[in-house]
Antibody, heavy 119, light 112 residues
Framework: EVQLLESGGGLVQPGGSLRLSCAASGFTFRSFDMSWVRQPPGKGLEWVSDINTRGDYRQYADSVKGRFTISRDNSENTLYLQMNSLRVDDTAIYYCARVPGGDRHDFDVWGQGTMVTVS | DIVMTQSPNSLVLSLGERATINCRSS????????????LAWYQQKPGQPPKLLFY???AREFGVPDRFSGSGSGTDFTLTISSLLAEDVAVYYC?????????FGQGAKLEI
């Protein structure tokens, strides 16, 4: 079964840091670009960051650029999001999602999400 | 950034009725080189992550019931549910992947 499992969320004070992880299973992780998408409580979806298969090309939303860093370990089938200088408005459920590939940049597999609360 | 606007924000319908959700983009999502619209639709049920329903505006993801359909081109797109079931209660989002940053509509909440 194709699966993504996030971890690492929690309560952190403004200005603090957290590192999220996303463990992938059931598919060839190294063959897919990956993304993080977040959802503030009761609100809509916001794309946060992408990383390519080799981990040498990354993109970020303006709202997190310079504060968040996406990375991956293909040997461990794990995606990461290092979040520094956290702000109250970073409070959200953080989902990791798989990018199908080719010309597609929708998200065909999603994890259950991990909650980050900045307060 | 491409702005995605959905309408209505919410809709309340009866079982068996037809639901129509619209999505408009601030610029065309049609790539002329391949004649594809870079638009996806998702369904998010309470307490769950989003689930992909359609990509390329009208290509149904595996396992999505055929009472769901996606249509449209350019800047105007529609998600239609032909005959509502109770299990269709959810928030529906459109998303463009024509350019970065990938952006989502604000969501349309469907209630029965």
């Amino acid at each position: 079964e194709v699966q993504l499992l996030e971890s690492g969320g929690g309560l952190v004070q403004p200005g603090g840091s957290l590192r999220l992880s996303c463990a992938a299973s059931g598919f060839t992780f190294r063959s897919f670009d990956m993304s993080w998408v977040r959802q503030p409580p009761g609100k809509g979806l916001e794309w946060v960051s992408d990383i390519n298969t080799r981990g040498d090309y990354r993109q970020y939303a303006d709202s997190v650029k310079g504060r968040f860093t996406i990375s991956r370990d293909n040997s461990e089938n794990t995606l990461y999001l290092q979040m520094n200088s956290l702000r109250v408005d970073d409070t959200a459920i953080y989902y990791c999602a798989r990018v199908p590939g080719g010309d597609r940049h929708d998200f065909d597999v999603w994890g259950q999400g991990t909650m980050v609360t900045v307060s | 950034d491409i702005v995605m606007t959905q309408s209505p924000n919410s809709l309340v319908l009866s079982l068996g009725e037809r639901a129509t959700i619209n999505c408009r983009s601030s610029q065309s999502l049609l790539q002329s080189s391949n004649n594809k619209n870079y638009l996806a639709w998702y369904q998010q049920k309470p307490g769950q992550p989003p689930k992909l329903l359609f990509y390329w505006a009208s290509a149904r993801e595996f396992g999505v019931p055929d009472r769901f359909s996606g249509s449209g081109s350019g800047t105007d797109f529609t998600l239609t549910i032909s005959s509502l079931l109770a299990e269709d209660v959810a928030v529906y989002y459109c998303q463009q992947y024509y350019s970065s940053p990938r952006t989502f509509g604000q969501g349309a909440k469907l209630e029965i």
